[in-house]
């Protein structure tokens, strides 16, 4: 049994093709996002800011990749990745909002405990809102900075 | 025996009296005994009794009415806020009535043209609602 090292030029087409998946998933959320309206509050901008972060690192990883540009670009991932998460809780929060107008807990919703509210919240037993939904927009990050990992021109350096 | 049909006169007069003043209050025709002595006055202060015990029945029919008039109070869906929405559904009964005008506006603005309020209807089903909830609140409102 043989190890060896991948070849630079396959090395470089999963660069491009994980690239290419985070647009992709990039591309389908903004649809997404357009078609639910998402954008009556200032809470629901952020995946609008966020898409708008993710596209400008994806450039930077894609156009010219240098060491710089690169690490600026997985510090934007890294805040997009936060703003996913406080999407999941934003969801979250609505569908807790929303549990005493579901017919089946209004007239339990208040005796219940917090963790059994929260969880159902979580779990979506109660509300409308997607609670993982958001969580693209961190697996368009990690795909880009997965296309970083030891990329050539961070060796350089 | 005399004392006694005194007794019951004095009552009925009592009685006359008090329904006349408490149907003047309420507006009604009034017709007030004109021969406190006679047996026809004691009749018709008897029927006097009768109708002031039914007015509880009537203040709560009118009460009804008065909350019905309330319900059918409309706020523009597109353009009334949050408070008046929530005014607005708190008089039509509609419990959580905070929640559901927050929905509301969330979900603004809503087509003219779209007079069963189907938008509306769809989005606030999402939150699996008690039966009649969604019409109430729909009742509540008017376009624009």
């Given at each position: 049994m043989t190890t060896g090292t991948i070849p630079g030029e396959e090395v470089g087409i999963a660069r491009r093709l994980l690239l290419a998946l985070a647009a992709l998933a990039m591309a389908g959320t903004s649809v997404e996002l357009a078609l639910e309206r998402h954008w009556d509050d200032f809470v629901?901008?952020?995946p609008w800011f966020a898409l708008g972060v993710l596209a400008v690192a994806l450039a930077l990883v894609a156009y010219r990749p240098a060491a710089r540009r690169i690490a600026i670009a997985r510090v934007l991932c890294v805040l997009v990745i936060a703003a996913s998460a406080i999407g999941v809780y934003k969801h979250i929060e609505e569908n807790?909002?929303?549990?005493?107008?579901?017919?089946?807990?209004?007239?339990?919703?208040?005796?219940?405990?917090?963790?059994?509210?929260?969880?159902?919240?979580?779990?979506?037993?109660?509300?409308?809102?997607?609670?993982?939904?958001?969580g693209v927009l961190a697996q368009a990050a990690l795909g880009i900075i997965a296309a970083t990992v030891g990329h050539p021109a961070v060796r350089r350096r | 025996m005399k004392p006694l049909a005194l007794a019951a006169l004095a009552g009925a007069l009592l009685l006359s009296a008090c329904s006349d003043t408490s149907r003047s209050d309420s507006g009604a025709a009034t017709t007030a005994p004109t021969s406190a002595g006679s047996a026809t006055s004691g009749a018709t202060s008897a029927a006097s009794a009768a109708a002031t015990a039914t007015k509880p029945a009537a203040s709560a029919t009118a009460a009804a009415t008065a909350a019905a008039t309330q319900a059918t109070t409309k706020v523009s869906a597109n353009n009334a806020t949050r408070a008046q929405l929530q005014a607005a559904f708190?008089?039509?009964?509609?419990?959580?009535?905070?929640?559901?005008?927050?929905?509301?506006?969330?979900?603004?603005?809503?087509?003219?043209?779209?007079?069963?309020?189907?938008?509306?209807?769809?989005?606030?089903?999402?939150?699996?609602?008690?039966?009649?909830?969604?019409?109430?609140?729909?009742?509540?409102?008017?376009?624009?």
């Open positions: 629901k901008l952020i807790h909002k929303a549990g005493p107008l579901d017919y089946r807990y209004s007239e339990t919703w208040e005796s219940m405990s917090s963790a059994e509210q929260w969880w159902k919240a979580a779990t979506k037993a109660v509300g409308p809102a997607p609670v993982l939904a958001s | 708190e008089a039509a009964g509609i419990p959580n009535a905070s929640q559901w005008a927050r929905e509301v506006e969330e979900y603004r603005p809503y087509s003219t043209t779209d007079t069963n309020m189907t938008k509306l209807r769809g989005e606030l089903a999402k939150y699996n609602p008690a039966a009649g909830v969604v019409d109430k609140i729909v009742a509540t409102l008017s376009l624009p």
